[in-house]
């Protein structure tokens, strides 16, 4: 009878990393989608390709979070280390790394709202730079010629600007631009606006106009963009955003932030009529200085005409006279004394020229020449015979150490075949050719024989 086995051992299933990230990612993304979390932001940092990286934490625990650009571009804020808020997004597993984290699709502050604190944010970089100083905005001119106006042709500011105009200021000139002042491309048309009248020079004065709204309605004028174009304006601008208690970041950086559009307008027309208040001052300064100068100038001719000048003319005509003739008088005696003083400088100078003989200066100067140029011959002629006799005694101790000398006396010099000289019978070879060096001339030879 056959036995039966049994095997009673489960059987092992091995996994790959890849494949249990890849299960675990299934199940942790099927069961958590859509989900809110809420936490303190650390350890942000945004990724040059605009990616958000940061953790999320609470005081035990910590996820890591990833918002991808698409999603970063519609935040109002910048997230930062340290804010509190509430993400939402699915979990999901990065395989590269076997970590979980959450993909984030959107992110609110806690407390603030997120537009409130874009705009804390916006406010306080602005103002770090210098922007909101008093020191850098300019001054509104006195008398306008020409008002520019940006703001949207259909609203209810535009007509509070133009009735104001019209009423107090009839001959000013208002040039509109119209823009969008709420929603999607608004800034982008305010921008435009103000470096369209800074580039063309349109204007001597701008009004950037809206009506009161919501944070979310006035948000265009909290932009960075239209912050900054109103900063490079060379025109100066006054912001008119809002109701009184609006406040927006075109209001901090403009040259004049004024409560209403109305309030802008009247604040134009007040620099006409302190133009206006100014001139009339003038007048009447002017026509005051008129009248003391007459008084003061009918007092002069009142005090002219009781001198006794005027009631002796003739009388004080020649005393003038006789003053004059004393004085020409005067004159001629003194120009008679100065030209005799230049005649006689003039005849004591030609005498001394007279005097002084050039011959004799240049023949004493030609005989200290011809000694001079005697002495230097000597020297040279001297030098020269000294660098003579050493030539020649330097020639002759040459001559008695060279080696022709010994030739002379009778001796030779051997060289090989090789032109080496041949100090040793060693050296050479039977057979051997040398040459050998007399006092005149060379003899060849060939080695027969050697004895050592």
Sequence with gaps: MAQLQFNLMPERKVWKVAELNARIRELLSGAFTNVWIEGEISNFREAQSGHLYFTLKDQTSQIRCVCFRQNAIRLRFRAEDGLQARVRGSVSVYDARGEYQ????????VGLGALQLAFEQLKKKLEAEGLFDGARKKVLPLLPGRIGVITSPRAAALRDILRILRRRFPNARVLLYPVRVQGEGAADDIVKALTFFAERDAADVLILARGGGSLEDLWPFNEEAVARAIAASIVPVISAVGHETDFTIADFVADVRASTPSAAAEIVVQERDAFDRHLAEAQRKLADSIRYLILQRRHSLQVLLSDHAFRRPEELLREYRQKIDELVQRLGEQLRERLEEFRNRFTD???????????????AMRLRTEHRAGELRLRIERMLALKRQRFERLMLQLDERSPLRVLERGYSIVYDAAGEVIRSAQSAEAGDEVSIRLARGRLFAEIKRRET
């Design 102 to 109: 959450v993909y984030i699709e959107h992110i609110e502050p």
């Design 349 to 363: 100078a030609r005498a001394r020229l007279a005097s002084y003989d050039l011959r004799v200066r240049l023949e």
